[in-house]
């Protein structure tokens, strides 16, 4: 029903690389969203945006960072991954329109070595 | 500030009913009810918009108790494809560029055996 893409869907990468994960979506939405989860744990909203040229930060501060030039993309970079970035990272997307559900895509699970 | 889900986690043997409560310090303006299964991405259950507001989906229905700032889900006669997490998402704010912002509550593991 989703039509909203992550990639990669694993990455393993070494201490101090820049990553850049991917997020694009093709039902036209104009809300995204950067989630941060640890296993077992909560959601946390890291970045949002609610259109084009416009990204905000989430409640949980995060050393990432967003950009959003087209509508159905919006992915997240790190410029120096550290082990305590190790986490998977959700993608999610919602109508412009107010109290509209969030399509998740299936994620990006980092690890840090 | 987070909301707070409970139980953490519960165990039913298929046909059982079950109830997860998702509490809040603040006051709601709507809730939102999701499923992940391990290893997949969250999946949509339902949105509550306004106190005393009930929903249902199947044979899985909320209710949202806005004095009370509470939401409730409720799981009648469980089936094996109930397993899962479920999270809370709470929005606080009435308006502004806040609307669309979810906090999620800690999730409730839900294990149905046959």
């Known amino acids: 029903e989703a039509d909203i893409y992550q990639t990669p869907r694993y990455l393993v990468i070494g201490t101090g690389k820049k990553i850049t994960l991917e997020c694009s979506q093709t039902?036209?939405?104009?809300?995204m969203y950067w989630y941060q989860q640890d296993p077992g744990m909560e959601l946390h909203l890291i970045h949002y945006?609610?259109?084009?040229?416009?990204?905000e930060k989430g409640d949980l501060s995060s050393e990432s960072t967003v950009s959003r030039i087209r509508t159905e993309h919006f992915p997240l970079t790190l410029e120096s991954a550290r082990p305590s970035h190790t986490s998977q990272y959700l993608c999610?997307?919602?109508?412009?329109?107010?109290?509209?559900?969030?399509?998740f895509g299936s994620g990006t699970q980092l690890s840090v070595l | 500030q987070q909301p707070v889900q409970s139980p953490q986690a519960v165990i039913l043997r298929e046909g059982e009913d079950a109830v997860i409560n998702c509490s809040s310090s603040?006051?709601?303006?709507?809730v939102h009810w999701y499923r992940q299964k391990h290893g997949e991405a969250p999946v949509f259950l339902m949105i509550?918009?306004?106190?005393?507001e009930q929903k249902g989906h199947e044979k899985i229905s909320a209710s949202f108790n806005e004095k009370k700032q509470q939401s409730s889900l409720y799981l009648t006669a469980s089936q094996l494809s109930y397993s899962g997490t479920y999270f809370c998402?709470?929005?606080?704010?009435?308006?502004?560029?806040?609307?669309?912002?979810?906090?999620f509550g800690q999730g409730t593991i839900l294990t149905v055996h046959p």
């Open positions: 945006s609610y259109g084009v040229n416009s990204t």
């Open positions: 999610a997307s919602s109508e412009g329109a107010r109290n509209e559900k969030l399509f």
């Open positions: 603040k006051a709601l303006y709507s």
């Open positions: 039902m036209g939405h104009d809300k």
């Open positions: 998402g709470t929005e606080y704010h009435a308006g502004g560029t806040s609307y669309g912002k979810l906090t």
């Open positions: 509550l918009l306004k106190g005393g």
